[in-house]
């Protein structure tokens, strides 16, 4: 009778353990789809206003060596 119990009670914390690790999981996965990691190049894109302004500086008077496209 004790082993009956004994597999019952486990029986129980193990399928506790599953509907926890199960709800994390949830939780988890709308954390991650709440974020779009998926858009391309998220640093050029600039707020409106603020475009893009050549440099003055030496890297800009010098002149393009090289060979690449």
Do not use: C, K
């Not at 029986?11 to 994390?24: N, P, S």
């Amino acid at each position: 009778m004790e082993t009956l119990i004994a597999l019952a009670a486990g029986a129980l914390v193990i399928a506790l353990g599953m509907r926890l690790i199960h709800q994390l999981n949830a939780q988890h996965d709308a954390r991650i789809a709440a974020h779009h990691f998926s858009d391309p190049y998220p640093a050029l894109i600039r707020p409106p206003g603020h475009s893009h302004h050549p440099s003055t500086g030496q890297a800009a008077r010098r002149p393009v060596t090289g060979t690449w496209p």
